[in-house]
């Protein structure tokens, strides 16, 4: 595969269920990043990390729990939504520094539903 | 702080009209500009970029030119196509913020056979 890839693309949850989104990059990026895209709302910039180090949280609720095991996966773990939660979350990927530093590439997004 | 203006949409036009929509900003350092698309129901694509004054970035028959002068970087499009039909957002990534990006609310085109 190539690219920045999501799972599961789309996710249906509880309020009190507990469950987790998946990004990967085959890009070979040190910098991971996760937005929230809503409904007629600017991207909102939720998680920055980079060398595996988280250096930006966005003022972000407690019930998102990011994790960065290596520089090529990312996930954010979900707990105890809220209906407003409901958005698209995208995961986008870069290498400051690097040739293309400052271009970011997203993956396709996992839309997701809270009941 | 960093910010981007972008033309409020939506847009409709009819297949092959000339295509133009207007993005300007604000930024504390020399930024990068970019622009985006996304198609219904996936993530955002890198449609083009220009990272110096007077540079012009280009694909797929769009086009944006870097103007430091007027703080400008707006998208055209000679003849638009009904596969063209999809959310564009205009960005900026100012090194002096760790290249984050920037990003205007987007504006949907809409292009009618």
């Known amino acids: 595969e190539t690219g920045v890839t999501q799972t599961p693309r789309h996710l249906v949850m509880g309020m009190t269920n507990k469950k987790s989104l998946k990004c990967e990059q085959h890009?070979?990026?040190?910098?991971m990043y996760w937005y929230k895209q809503s409904a007629k709302k600017p991207l909102e910039l939720m998680f920055v990390?980079?060398?595996?180090?988280?250096?930006e949280n966005n003022s972000v609720p407690s019930r998102f729990s990011p994790e960065c095991p290596n520089s090529s996966h990312l996930f954010l773990h979900l707990h105890t939504l809220q209906p407003e939660d409901s958005a698209l979350y995208l995961c986008a990927s870069s290498s400051p520094g690097g040739r293309q530093g400052d271009t970011q590439y997203f993956g396709p997004g996992t839309r997701l539903t809270v009941l | 702080g960093d910010s981007v203006t972008q033309m409020e949409g939506p847009v409709t036009l009819s297949e092959e009209a000339f295509l133009t929509i207007n993005c300007t900003y604000t930024?504390?350092?020399?930024?990068?500009l970019f622009w985006y698309v996304q198609y219904p129901g996936e993530g955002l694509q890198l449609l083009l970029k220009a990272t110096k004054a007077d540079d012009k970035g280009s694909n797929k028959g769009f086009e944006a030119t870097y103007r430091k002068e007027t703080t400008s970087f707006h998208l055209e499009k000679g003849s638009v196509q009904v596969s063209d039909s999809a959310v564009y957002f205009c960005?900026?990534?100012?090194?002096?913020?760790?290249?984050?990006?920037?990003f205007g609310k987007g504006t949907l085109l809409t292009v009618n056979p």
């Open positions: 990390y980079s060398l595996e180090e988280r250096v």
């Open positions: 890009l070979g990026h040190n910098a």
């Open positions: 960005a900026l990534s100012d090194r002096g913020s760790n290249y984050k990006l920037t």
């Open positions: 930024a504390t350092g020399y930024p990068s």
